[in-house]
T-cell receptor, first 109, second 114 residues
Framework: RKEVEQDPGPFNVPEGATVAFNCTYS??????FFWYRQDCRKEPKLLMS???SGNEDGRFTAQLNRASQYISLLIRDSKLSDSATYLC??????????FGAGTILRVKS | NAGVTQTPKFQVLKTGQSMTLQCAQD?????MYWYRQDPGMGLRLIYY???????DKGEVPNGYNVSRLNKREFSLRLESAAPSQTSVYFC?????????????FGPGTRLLVL
């Protein structure tokens, strides 16, 4: 079983739509949680950290459910520029990141 | 600030050839990392250096060596390239080695081993 699992998609949505991605992790000792964004053939960039209480950054909302060991990302009012691969990332200890394979989002006009 | 830079951007090798991937950061970060990214898989950690003078193995270290030349530079060496090492290699850095530290990635090196 992969340590971090994501639906690979692609999720094809129209502009203005709301879309949600989920991610599950296998190790209950995971300490920190993140969403990274990766544009085609580019490097990953931190989108947002995920906290137990949930957190919001503009149109993006991240949630963590430790009991069920899943993380979610909600994008409201999707823009064309949101098209990318979204990587779910957890840390077990230190700063060793464990990446999911990513979920592809395509926003269409 | 350039952030994290990597050279070369692309490389084609024949099986058995050696090469060194270079990485440098200008953010005065202590920790540096090498990852590889393969289709359908997440980025996997090859080696990391929590601070200047230290290096440690990650998830997939076999076939690679690293050198933390100084605080700025962290190189990855393939001594005898194999087709299984065809991948995209990313270098990253973070200020510290703590769990909440953001990692900043370089643009990647695309390597093809024939």
């Amino acid at each position: 079983r992969k340590e971090v699992e994501q639906d690979p998609g692609p999720f094809n949505v129209p502009e203005g739509a709301t879309v949600a991605f989920n991610c599950t992790y296998s190790n209950s000792a995971s300490q920190s949680f993140f969403w990274y964004r990766q544009d085609c053939r580019k490097e990953p960039k931190l989108l947002m950290s995920v906290y137990s209480s949930g957190n919001e950054d503009g149109r993006f909302t991240a949630q963590l459910n430790r009991a069920s060991q899943y993380i979610s990302l909600l994008i409201r009012d999707s823009k064309l520029s949101d098209s990318a691969t979204y990587l779910c990332v957890v840390t077990l200890y230190g700063n060793k990141l464990v990446f999911g394979a990513g979920t592809i989002l395509r926003v269409k006009s | 600030n350039a952030g994290v830079t990597q050279t070369p951007k692309f490389q084609v090798l024949k099986t058995g050839q050696s090469m060194t991937l270079q990485c440098a950061q200008d953010m005065n970060h202590n920790s540096m990392y090498w990852y590889r990214q393969d289709p359908g898989m997440g980025l996997r950690l090859i080696y990391y250096s929590a601070s200047e003078g230290t290096t440690d193995k990650g998830e997939v270290p076999n076939g690679y060596n690293v050198s933390r030349l100084n605080k700025r530079e962290f190189s990855l060496r393939l001594e005898s390239a194999a087709p299984s090492q065809t991948s995209v290699y990313f270098c990253a850095s973070s200020a510290l080695a703590g769990a909440l530290e953001t990692q900043y990635f370089g643009p990647g090196t695309r390597l093809l081993v024939l």
